[in-house]
């Protein structure tokens, strides 16, 4: 992948600005696209893997996915935000990807430990209809048995709701629009999302 210095004015540039730089670039220079590599690549690795579930194929769907944004930049008419439409993208590389795996339902998990290691924030914070987002863990391979035992008992929508905000980390207005939802049905599913995976991480230590 691209692995280059970070300029330190490259924080400045917001998202409009650098796909506007992009699009003047591609296909004959690169420079504005490493920046937007550099800023979402972490985000779009993390979030391919709790999809996927296995680091190998996680790298490798992020590459593809900058490939398909590369490619398609020009074509992207900015009626949605950059974060929106490459986040779209990953997810549909990800299924893409699963599907042609064959994997049944029941093994098309997604790990929640951003989730898990912030239950009880998850918990305080249900009952408001905003709700933080706990931060970003970058270990890929961390994990925990209870927050795994309740992941698995969650509806693919479910945990596919709960990935977008904790770790793709993005906002109720924007999944709404990704998955083609109302604002109100988005915060409901969230909010269902995080009680079901509390009732269930909550119960997973009740013998221990």
Known sequence: ????????????????????????????????????????????????????????????????????VFRGLQRFEGRSSLRTWLFRIVRNVCVTRRMSRNERDNRELVYVQEVSRQADVARAEAARADIPHPRDNDDLTASTGRAAAAAATLSR????????????????????????????????????????????????????
């Open 157 to 208: 929508s479910d945990r596919e709701i709960l990935v977008l905000r904790f770790v793709s980390d993005l906002q109720l207005e924007e999944i709404a629009e990704m998955l083609d939802l109302s604002l109100s049905a988005a915060k409901m599913r969230l909010y269902r999302g995080l009680e079901r995976f509390r009732s269930a991480y909550e119960g997973s230590g009740s013998d221990v």
């Open 1 to 68: 992948m691209w692995r280059l210095v970070v300029s330190t004015s490259e924080s400045i540039l917001t998202d409009e600005e650098l796909v506007r730089r992009c699009r003047a670039e591609v296909p004959y220079g690169t420079s504005a696209f490493e920046i937007l590599v550099r800023r979402y690549e972490p985000s779009v690795l993390r979030t391919c893997w709790h999809y996927l579930r296995d680091p190998a194929e996680a790298q490798e769907a992020s590459q593809d996915v900058f490939i398909r």
